[in-house]
């Protein structure tokens, strides 16, 4: 099994910063990308950033200039430092793997407990 912990989620003023963390832990084989999605209330989960095993980065286009995305892979950590934060950054976000632990045949996808994230004055 992979577990993952997520931290530094919190309350920012606009404009401010934010770093999450993730940390996968367990049983695991290989890890093949790491990425952060988020909720706001009445939404849809969508996708924030996500980085490959071969340091390949995506970004939602709300979010590009102002996210950056980074992992560790000896670590099995991942990152998302979030700068310049606006109101409607404000969500749950999750941390997402796809990968495989030491008893399973095919990758699988895991997901974080979530943190929260407000941006208000």
């Known amino acids: 099994q992979v577990h993952l912990v997520e931290s530094g989620g919190g309350l920012v003023q606009p404009g401010g910063s934010l770093r999450l963390s993730c940390v996968a832990s367990?049983?695991?084989?290989?890890?093949?990308?790491m990425a952060w999605y988020r909720q706001a209330p009445g939404k849809q989960r969508e996708l924030v950033a996500g980085?490959?095993?071969?340091?390949?980065?995506n970004y939602a286009d709300s979010v590009k200039g102002r996210f950056t995305i980074s992992r560790d892979n000896a670590k099995n950590t991942v990152w998302l430092q979030m700068n310049s934060l606006k109101p409607e950054d404000t969500a749950v976000y999750y941390c997402?793997?796809?990968?495989?632990?030491?008893?399973?045949?095919?990758?699988?996808?895991?997901w974080g407990q979530g943190t929260q994230v407000t941006v208000s004055s």
């Open positions: 997402n793997v796809v990968g495989r632990a030491v008893l399973d045949a095919i990758p699988g996808t895991y």
């Open positions: 367990g049983t695991i084989f290989s890890i093949n990308s």
């Open positions: 980085i490959h095993s071969s340091s390949n980065t």
